[in-house]
């Protein structure tokens, strides 16, 4: 149960945190992370940020804790396990990686595209519940990221809604998270190009054919390295 363990959210959160902010291109030092994340999950503390993207990566990693925590609670209460995030919490996530909102109406249940995407996330909240497997996992998520993605679901926050997501649901299921280590921080341009080949590759193919790409399964073994990565590192500091 590492996900009660202040520390795998803090380290965890820091190495996850750093990697996203670089990927944006904004400097930040490691122990200074750390500290941010102390500061909130240990001493309760507000932070003010000079940042704006800063404050949005930290805040939705915060955001994720929050629904892990909730959604266990629920597990305990009811003394089975069963994914207890609503649309609602998706939304405030969402929210916090998108302060402008464009596309918040997506989860307002106002029209048939907001409805089929509502339904497509209660559907992979069923469907994340069942399954046994961290292939399994990748295989299924896969398929509502890129399909959003290449949908533009939640404008230039689609990318980052999906990662944060993906995030909460592995710790909830007590996989590895999918993170990069800081140190190896170059390996996420191999998974950048695996996804750029991977939608050449689909271009103008119907979803059923999308495994006909070899790098279909490519990002799904990358994935699956990080996670198991990440989990053994856990699993060494943080497993109580």
Known sequence: ???????????????????????????????DLNLILKEIIENN???????K???????????????????????????????????????????ILEPNGQFWRTFEFESPDSLNVVKEMEDLKEQIYLIKDLKS???TISYFYHRN????????????????????????????????????????????????NFYMDIAGLSEIKWKRSEYFYKIID?????????LNFIEKNYIE
């Open 1 to 31: 149960m590492y996900y009660t363990n202040n520390n795998f959210w803090i380290i965890g959160g820091a190495d996850f945190c750093w990697s996203i902010l670089r990927s944006m291109r904004v400097k930040m030092n490691l122990k």
């Open 45 to 51: 503390k507000e932070i003010e940020f000079r940042n």
């Open 53 to 95: 993207k800063l404050k949005m990566v930290i805040n939705a990693w915060i955001e994720v804790r929050r629904l892990i925590l909730i959604s266990k609670k629920h597990d305990e209460v009811k003394s089975r396990e069963n994914w207890n995030v609503r649309v609602e919490d998706l939304k405030t996530l969402y929210l």
């Open 137 to 139: 996992f990748f295989e």
């Open 149 to 196: 993605y290449l949908e533009g679901t939640f404008g230039k926050a689609t990318s980052l809604f999906f990662i944060f997501l993906m995030q909460a649901m592995l710790i909830y299921k007590g996989y590895g998270p999918m993170i990069v280590f800081p140190k190896n921080f170059k390996e996420l341009e191999i998974l950048g190009n695996y996804q750029n």
């Open 222 to 230: 990358f994935w699956i390295e990080k996670s198991e990565n990440y």
